[in-house]
C-alpha cells in the first residue's frame, strides 16, 4: 500500500494540490524510509532500537576521544541504571562493546565500541550516508540554509507538544549528548 493510503490517512491522495500537506507527506514518506533502513540495520546487528541508539552514541564518542561510562549512556538515553547494565550486558555479549578499566580513574568502566561494531555500522550504513551527504551537496547555500529553518522550526512545533504531554523529560533520540 503506498504512504498516501485511499483512506486519506491525515491528508488525502490529492495533498500534492495543497503545499503545507505535501510538505507533511514528504516528511511522513523520508520517515517511513527512514525507519524501514534502522529496522533492517537493526535486524541485520541483531540489536534493538536502543542498543542502536547506544551504540551510534558510542561510535561518535570515539570519534571525538570522549569516554564513555555507563551512567553517561544512562543520561544520554534518558534510562535507568538497570537498564543500562542490561543493555551493556548485551552488546558485550554480542561482540559490540567491551568494557575497560577507566585510564585515570580505577573505579569506573568504559564502555568501548569494538573495531567490528564501527567496520559492520559503516558497511552497513555507508553507502547510504554517501546517498545522503550527496542530495545535501547539491543543494545551495540559499535552499540549504531553508531547509535547516524549516527542519528546525518542525523539532521545535514536535517538541512542544511532547514537551506539555511529558513535562521535564526530552526523547532520547533528541538529546545531544
Not at 540489536?47 to 571525538?64: I, N, S, W
Not at 507538544?161 to 511529558?166: I, P, Q, S
Request: glycine residues 8%; aromatic residues 4%; charged residues 30%.
Amino acid at each position: 500500500m503506498d504512504s498516501h493510503g485511499a483512506s486519506g490517512y491525515w491528508y488525502g491522495p490529492d495533498d500534492s494540490l495543497d503545499p503545507p500537506a505535501a510538505i507533511l507527506q514528504a516528511l511522513r514518506d523520508y520517515r517511513i524510509s527512514e525507519v524501514a533502513t534502522r529496522r533492517s540495520t537493526r535486524d541485520s546487528m541483531g540489536v534493538g532500537e536502543t542498543d542502536l541508539l547506544a551504540l551510534r552514541y558510542l561510535l561518535r564518542a570515539k570519534a571525538t576521544g570522549e569516554r564513555v561510562g555507563p551512567k553517561d549512556i544512562s543520561r544520554t538515553l534518558g534510562i535507568t541504571t538497570a537498564s543500562t547494565t542490561s543493555l551493556i550486558d548485551r552488546l558485550v555479549a554480542s561482540g559490540h562493546v567491551r568494557r575497560e578499566p577507566h585510564p585515570t580513574d580505577r573505579r569506573s568502566l568504559v564502555i568501548v565500541p569494538t573495531a567490528a561494531t564501527d567496520s559492520e555500522v559503516r558497511a552497513t550504513l555507508g553507502q547510504m550516508h554517501r546517498r545522503m551527504m550527496e542530495v545535501a551537496e547539491s543543494m545551495s547555500a540559499e535552499d540549504a540554509r531553508v531547509v535547516i529553518t524549516f527542519l528546525r522550526r518542525m523539532g521545535e512545533a514536535i517538541g512542544e507538544g511532547r514537551a506539555k504531554r511529558e513535562p521535564g523529560r526530552a526523547h532520547p533520540a533528541c538529546r545531544t549528548n
